[in-house]
């Protein structure tokens, strides 16, 4: 058994158990994944032994538990990456700390009407409250990149946690046809451009389960 476990859930629904997954590989930390099935009759029974909120992601490191996946990213970079999952700078670091938490708790239309589904590839005509969401997330890519963006391709120029939280955002956003600005559109790419990412998308679409709500079991 390794040091890290990381318990998720589908990698075609699961967005939240994308998030401290993608961090683990980008900063090549060693780690066992245990994948549960959601949305089957016994998942509350097999999270049960891991997950203290029977959701997913849950990061098991010897004798401690952290569930939520913006916790166990704050975990990872602070007690195994000795603070490198966020930006360097307080500045640039308070920014990609916002954003984050930002996207963890707000935007519900988004998560509600089109959840992550890594094999979806349709353009879905959004609500006006999806559309100001969408702008939303526009205008925070579009600010992060042109304030902290010059000496990389992601959010901060350098990956960071900021980064991970919006992977299935991209996911999305390519899926069902966001229309964004140029800026925007160039991050949505480098995102998607990402091996682990890549990685992920495909392991996704090869699974068989039925189709169904994205955000039901994940954090």
Not at 26 to 48: H, P, R, S
Not at 119 to 128: E, I, N
Not at 142 to 149: D, I, N, P, Q, V
Not at 184 to 203: E, G, M
Request: neutral net charge.
């Amino acid at each position: 058994m390794k040091e890290f476990r990381l318990v998720i859930g589908n990698k075609n629904y699961s967005s939240w158990s994308m998030c401290p997954w993608l961090l683990l590989k980008m900063f090549d930390v060693d780690f066992d994944e245990i994948q549960i099935t959601l949305y089957q009759d016994n998942t509350a029974e097999k999270l049960g032994p891991y997950s203290p909120s029977l959701k997913v992601p849950v990061l098991l490191h010897r004798d401690i538990t952290v569930w939520d996946s913006l916790a166990i990213c704050e975990y990872i970079s602070a007690d195994i990456l000795g603070g490198a999952g966020w930006p360097s700078s307080p500045k640039r670091r308070a920014s990609a700390r916002s954003v984050s938490a930002e996207i963890h708790s707000e935007f519900p239309a988004l998560k509600h009407d089109w959840p992550m589904n890594c094999k979806a590839s349709f353009r879905l005509t959004p609500s006006a409250t999806l559309l100001n969401e969408i702008a939303r997330i526009d205008a925070m890519w579009s600010c992060c990149r042109h304030r902290f963006g010059e000496n990389g391709n992601y959010l901060y120029g350098r990956f960071s946690i900021a980064d991970c939280m919006f992977a299935p955002v991209a996911v999305c956003f390519d899926a069902y046809g966001a229309q964004l600005s140029s800026d925007s559109n160039s991050y949505l790419q480098t995102l998607l451009d990402n091996p682990f990412i890549q990685k992920w998308i495909s392991l996704g679409r090869r699974e068989r389960e039925p189709l169904a709500i994205a955000y039901a079991s994940t954090a």
